[in-house]
């Protein structure tokens, strides 16, 4: 069965930090670009950030620039996100996707494989 786990979720204090990983399961995604999203409460999915196959490249969501940074392990086959500066308006479930297309991708229709989600929640 092929699945994508994320972890590293949890509760912290405005301005803090959070690293969520995910990992494949049943194939790795070498050659996918892979992506993070998020969804809070009430709202639709939101792009987050996107990194390349081969990690020569990165996309980010206007509203995590120069806060978030994604990264992938090729040892591993292991995406990350590191985020810094957390605000409350980042508190929501934060969903690893794999996507076969050839341009990062930047919307939901876009992904073809997704993780389960790991909350994240920022206290004020």
């Known amino acids: 069965q092929v699945r994508l786990v994320e972890s590293g979720g949890g509760s912290v204090q405005a301005g803090g930090s959070l690293r969520l990983s995910c990992a494949p399961s049943?194939?790795?995604?070498?050659?996918?670009?892979m992506g993070w999203l998020r969804q809070a409460p009430g709202k639709g999915r939101e792009f987050v950030a996107a990194?390349?196959?081969?990690?020569?490249?990165?996309s980010y969501g206007d509203s995590v620039k120069g806060r978030f940074t994604i990264s992938r392990d090729a040892a591993n086959y292991t995406l990350y996100l590191e985020m810094n500066s957390l605000k409350p308006e980042d508190t929501a479930m934060y969903y690893c996707?794999?996507?076969?297309?050839?341009?990062?991708?930047?919307?939901?229709?876009?992904?073809?494989?997704w993780g389960q989600g790991t909350q994240v929640t920022v206290a004020s």
């Open positions: 990194i390349r196959w081969n990690g020569a490249s990165t």
């Open positions: 996707a794999a996507s076969p297309g050839a341009l990062l991708a930047t919307t939901p229709g876009e992904y073809r494989y």
């Open positions: 049943g194939r790795t995604f070498a050659s996918y670009n």
